[in-house]
């Protein structure tokens, strides 16, 4: 063999041996890289021969929510940082309130007016319902007056008013003992006895004074007012003679004992003379003059029932305004401090603030998304890339490894919470999402969005 031959020989068997050591290196390496990655999406056998589900997805936490102010305004106090954890009902931003504070002093103010209002109104109807009362006492009162003036006395009547004669005149021989027994002594049973007899004498004036009052105010003439004007005139005899008695009998057993005693008597003359014209009164004839003016009495009294019924009315028409007023005020009252309320931005739920978008002192709109709240407490992973081919091998419950891409060696478990019923178009390929729900986890650095595969082990595999 030649130089050259030999020369050519060598540099292709060089190449032969570089080549098959480049082809070698690159096989390793292919393996080792195929080692390392995570399964493809699709349905293929383990070492063992188990039909794996795999897909690949993004990490969700298990809660989010991008929170927005109902209403515009600047805000003015920024109560959360980016990262930060919040509990749910804490607030994160609170716009300008210093207006809507105001509106709702406001409205607050006129809410306290209306019930003010709505008390007076109130306590006017039982006074007005008392009216009607004493109006239909009133006719009550005029009818009895004019049918006692068309009726007859009875002779029972004129009976009892002979006796009360008969007794009144043996009140003045008695009034007249009891003046002699005084020029005797006195003591101090005496004295109690003429105190206790001013507050009797004193209690019949004092209703006599009231029933005489009524019939002025009601404009009662006539024998009714007669009658009444000598009992009161009697009982305040009886009051004067009852006092001059007591102020005697205490002044002293002696120096007043005659006057006492003959007061005494007075005040019996006194009620014979009252009895004595009652009795005349009921035997007088009535006059046609006075029972018309008894008949115009009754007409006035219920007149006045129907006054007084007609101010209920109107009493009851102003409590129901006011009522209205009140539930207005009421309804402005909740309005302004509901939109108080949505100036402060509150975290619905326990979680993590992990999109901050303002700043104090920027005005936000109604509707823009100005926080973004995620509760990681749990974490979850949704597939993209799940085929209609095999989604049919997944069902709620199953177990799942989990491989996060940014933590490579770490296996993780979950299980299965939701299995999307409708599909996604994507480039042509039907796929359908899934939910899977990590058992653990929480104490590895994870990330919103990072990606994640999953191996399932196919329905009827396990």
């Not at 607030?91 to 103010?109: C, F, G, K």
């Not at 709109?365 to 509760?375: I, K, Q, R």
Request: glycine letters at 8%; charged letters at 15%.
């Amino acid at each position: 063999m030649s130089m050259k031959r030999t020369i050519v020989c060598l540099v292709i068997g060089f190449f032969i041996l570089s080549g098959g050591f480049l082809l070698y290196q690159r096989t390793v390496s292919a393996g080792n890289e195929a080692a390392a990655a995570p399964s493809p999406a699709g349905t293929t056998p383990d070492k063992t021969g188990t039909a794996i589900i795999s897909a690949e997805g993004r990490l969700l936490p298990v809660q989010t929510a991008d929170l927005a102010f109902a209403v515009q305004g600047q805000v003015a106090e920024v109560l959360a940082t980016e990262g930060s954890q919040v509990q749910a009902g804490e607030p994160i931003l609170r716009l300008d309130t210093r207006q809507m504070t105001l509106h709702v002093q406001e409205t607050e103010l006129a809410l306290a007016q209306a019930l003010a209002t709505l008390a007076v109104a109130e306590a006017q109807i039982p006074v007005l319902q008392a009216g009607v009362t004493i109006a239909e006492w009133g006719v009550t009162v005029a009818q009895a007056q004019l049918d006692l003036l068309l009726a007859p006395p009875l002779p029972a009547e004129i009976t009892a008013a002979e006796a009360n004669v008969a007794a009144a005149q043996a009140g003045i021989a008695q009034m007249a003992g009891n003046r002699d027994a005084l020029l005797n002594g006195n003591n101090e049973v005496q004295i109690r006895a003429a105190e206790a007899q001013v507050a009797a004498a004193l209690a019949n004036r004092d209703a006599l004074q009231e029933g005489y009052d009524h019939l002025i105010a009601n404009d009662i003439l006539g024998a009714p007012e007669e009658e009444m004007r000598l009992r009161l005139q009697a009982a305040e005899a009886q009051v004067a003679s009852a006092q001059t008695a007591l102020d005697a009998l205490q002044a002293g057993p002696t120096a007043v004992q005659s006057a006492v005693g003959n007061a005494g008597v007075g005040v019996a003359a006194a009620q014979r003379d009252a009895a004595e014209a009652q009795l005349a009164l009921l035997q007088a004839p009535v006059s046609a003059a006075r029972v018309q003016q008894a008949e115009e009495a009754v007409a006035q009294a219920q007149t006045a029932v129907s006054q007084a019924q007609t101010a209920v009315q109107q009493g009851q028409a102003a409590v129901a305004q006011a009522e209205a007023g009140v539930a207005q005020a009421q309804t402005a009252v909740e309005a302004a401090q509901a939109a108080l309320a949505r100036m402060t931005l509150l975290a619905p739920f326990d979680g993590i603030v992990a999109n901050l978008e303002v700043e104090a002192g920027e005005v936000v709109m109604p509707g823009t998304a100005v926080v973004t709240l995620a509760d990681t407490t749990t974490w979850l992973v949704e597939t993209s890339n799940l085929t209609e081919l095999d989604v049919v091998g997944v069902a709620v419950g199953q177990p799942v490894d989990v491989h996060v891409d940014a933590l490579p060696g770490q296996t993780l478990r979950g299980t299965v919470i939701d299995v999307a019923l409708a599909s996604q178009v994507v480039q042509g390929d039907v796929l359908y999402t899934i939910t899977i729900q990590l058992a653990d986890g929480t104490h590895l650095p994870l990330r919103w969005g990072m990606t994640a595969f999953v191996d399932i082990v196919a329905t009827g595999e396990q």
